[in-house]
């Protein structure tokens, strides 16, 4: 496999993953077709190109610096320099992919979280309102990102010669497609039997065992869990914490994601929704791992670093 067919593999396993079927999908790259279309000649230079065709701005490939047949990946949750370094080292380390948007992909976060539009809407959300509380978290993330050195870690790989990528929101589609076909087919009816069914899952068992295990963060063991929703999985980063009230109005009981903060848990629990955070680097290594089985599956090896705990499933 090539650099290319790599990516390529990643976009297509987090399309088949995705929340809004490929039709959905299809459409939001139509009206990405229509954006660029309505633009000027002087606007279309700074136009992202690829993503036409990849509805992932948050994942791309960031240095082809020898465009040769991929025998040996060394994936990590976070790449940067460090980690560039890492692989000079090792000497027969034919691509780096990271998990974490870095370089053009952490500028463009903000462009996937439509995704939780359509997610929220998944599970009963009217898409008015989900749309509308996004729109200004979207914005929010937008301006966070901004002032990041987002070109660190590439301008090291250009640097060192090394070939590098991202794969963030197919990964995390990847996650959470595997995650809601155990709770849908568990049916967990406590917040405690959630917490059991995940710890039974490798990535989530190995973290227990260094303390970042699945924790309930809102809500308590004892509590029902109603209608569960994979809402916090995928679609960038953290969505808006205005929206735990309406999720709690349109049938939600729990919602199981991967981190959330402070605002958020505050928010979730004047809702009285029950929360259950998976784990992070768990999480993240979970969609990761899915990828990473298809890639052994067609005989590249895989060097796990930086936070990602290697599960096979093959
Ligand atoms: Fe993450």
């Keep these: 496999m090539r650099i290319n067919d790599i990516f390529k593999l990643a976009v297509d396993m987090g399309i088949k993953a995705d929340f ?28 992202d190109k690829d993503s036409l065709t990849n509805p992932y701005s948050d994942s791309k490939i960031h240095n082809v610096a020898d465009n040769r047949e991929i025998k040996k990946i060394m994936m990590g949750i976070d790449i940067d320099s460090a980690e560039i370094l890492l692989a000079k080292y090792l000497g027969d380390i034919d691509l780096v992919i990271g998990h974490h948007p870095i370089g053009k992909s952490l500028a463009n976060l903000a462009d996937v979280m439509s995704l939780q539009c359509d997610v929220l809407n998944y599970y009963g959300l009217p898409i008015n309102i989900a749309e509308g509380l996004m729109r200004q978290r979207i914005e929010e993330v937008a301006r966070g990102v901004n002032p990041i050195n987002h070109q660190r870690g590439v301008d090291a790989a250009k640097i060192m010669g090394i070939n590098l990528m991202n794969i963030h929101t197919p990964a995390d589609n990847l996650a959470a497609k595997f995650l809601k076909m155990k709770v849908d087919a568990a049916k967990p009816k406590k917040v405690e039997d959630v917490i059991k069914l995940l710890k039974e899952i490798p990535e989530y068992k190995e973290a227990s065992k260094i303390g970042t ?24 980063t953290e969505g808006s914490p205005k929206l735990y009230e ?31 955070i998976a784990g992070h680097m768990s999480s993240d290594s979970l969609g990761m791992n899915l990828f990473a089985d298809e890639l052994e599956r067609q005989g590249v090896k895989i060097v796990p670093c930086s936070g990602f705990t290697r599960a096979s499933r093959i």
Aim: hydrophobic share 35%; proline share 1%; glycine share 12%.
């Design 213 to 236: 295990g699945p924790k309930i963060f809102a809500g308590s063991s004892e509590n029902r869990c109603g209608k569960i929703a994979l809402t916090e999985i995928t679609g960038g």
């Design 246 to 276: 309406k999720m709690a109005n349109v049938g939600i009981g729990t919602v199981v994601g991967m981190h959330i903060n402070e605002e958020h848990k505050k928010e979730a629990e004047a809702a009285n929704l029950n929360v259950v």
């Design 20 to 47: 809004r079927g490929q039709e959905g999908v299809a459409d939001f790259l139509e009206s990405k077709k229509k954006k660029y279309e309505k633009l000027s000649e002087e606007d279309r230079q700074y136009f």
